[in-house]
């Protein structure tokens, strides 16, 4: 009989590499764009819980094909959220600027009531 566990783990471990890899392009953007509005904290926070979760699952039982890419989407899951909480307080402090800015001066030498 064939032992074809070798294969079944470099098959699980391509997947998982895969499956990390998906967070990348989205990390690009986000950087490129210097944007994280559309990103939900939502979003982060099951995907999160999720991730610990099945992290420690196949640390425990020695699954290595799975938790050596889940500790690399750990990471860039990590990598993403302060890109989010960066770009975020950053966006928020351009618009308070903005509309500071936007704000039209008071004059307090005209009368409101002439309607001319």
Partial sequence: MVDYSDWVDL?????????SSM????????YRTKSAQDLSWGFFAWYAVGQIMLTFFALVKGLWALYI?????NFVLLVQMIMKRHYDSRAVKSSQSKSHLCQAPLDNNVDSTNNV
Avoid: C, D, T, Y
């Fill in 69 to 73: 890419p889940m500790i690399i989407e």
């Fill in 11 to 19: 098959i699980g471990f391509i997947g998982g590499l895969a499956i």
């Fill in 23 to 30: 967070l990348f392009p989205q990390v690009w953007k986000v």
